[in-house]
């Protein structure tokens, strides 16, 4: 029986190796879950890979250890004890138990996986139009400054210009106060304006006589 102890002892170890590589994979699916972040640019797609080939070799040898006792269980000229025949039946159905577990823990990962990795899409997706949005409207931004810097512009130039009209009224004014000035100096000189205005107009009076009366003579003349 010292073959069927050696082989007993291997299953023993191979399953609670087997039990704790199973957790550490199952387990990543809630880690990829949670976190939710690019798999691939974490390193989680390559932990699971690893993972995976270590528990499908595990798996893989404990089968093979398993058929090893069955063997020597069907083995007539050594037939096993009924404590022999129950550990290969729990061994075999320990077997058969991590089988499954492994599967199922394969399709939750592998649809955690998927998950995480359609969302990473939709969030570069959403970054990526965010992105855009916020290109335009520092476009729009920048052309409400350049208008904004243009009206300024036009402003300062309607000051400047009311300023030189203001400047130019405020020189006519003093040009006008002092020659008022020079004027109310000067004796007499407006009595001389208010004879030049007269004679102005008592000679506009005697052409106009002269022309009229030189119209009437044509006319008398004519008929």
């Known amino acids: 029986m010292t073959d069927y102890d050696s082989l007993h002892r291997q299953c023993r170890t191979l399953e609670s190796l087997f039990d704790t590589k199973l957790t550490s994979y ?10 939710q972040d690019d798999v691939e640019a974490g390193g989680s797609a390559e932990r699971w ?3 995976e080939a270590e528990v499908d070799e595990l798996l893989q040898k404990l089968g093979e250890l398993n058929d090893q006792m069955s063997k020597l269980s069907s083995d007539p000229d050594t037939p096993p004890s ?19 577990e492994l ?3 394969k399709t939750n990962v592998q ?9 990473t899409g939709v969030r570069n997706d959403i970054d990526a139009y965010k992105s855009s949005a916020a290109d335009s409207l520092l476009a729009e931004r920048d052309h409400i400054d350049s208008s904004h810097r243009m009206t300024d512009d036009m402003l300062a130039q309607a000051y400047e210009t009311r300023a030189d009209f203001a400047r130019q009224r405020t020189t006519l004014n003093g040009i006008q106060t002092r020659m008022g000035g020079v004027l109310s100096q000067i004796p007499g000189i407006n009595n001389l ?3 030049i205005k ?3 107009r008592r000679d506009a009076l005697i052409i106009g006589c002269i022309i009229g009366l030189c119209i ?3 006319l008398t003349y004519m008929f």
């Open 26 to 35: 199952s387990r990543l699916a809630t880690t990829i879950t949670r976190h």
């Open 49 to 51: 890979k690893d993972l």
């Open 82 to 100: 009924q404590s022999m025949l129950r550990a290969i039946q729990r061994h075999r159905e320990v077997y058969q138990d991590y089988s499954r």
């Open 103 to 105: 599967k199922r823990t």
């Open 111 to 119: 649809l955690a996986l998927d998950q995480a990795n359609l969302l």
């Open 193 to 195: 304006l208010g004879m």
């Open 198 to 200: 007269t004679r102005r």
């Open 216 to 218: 009437v003579l044509l």
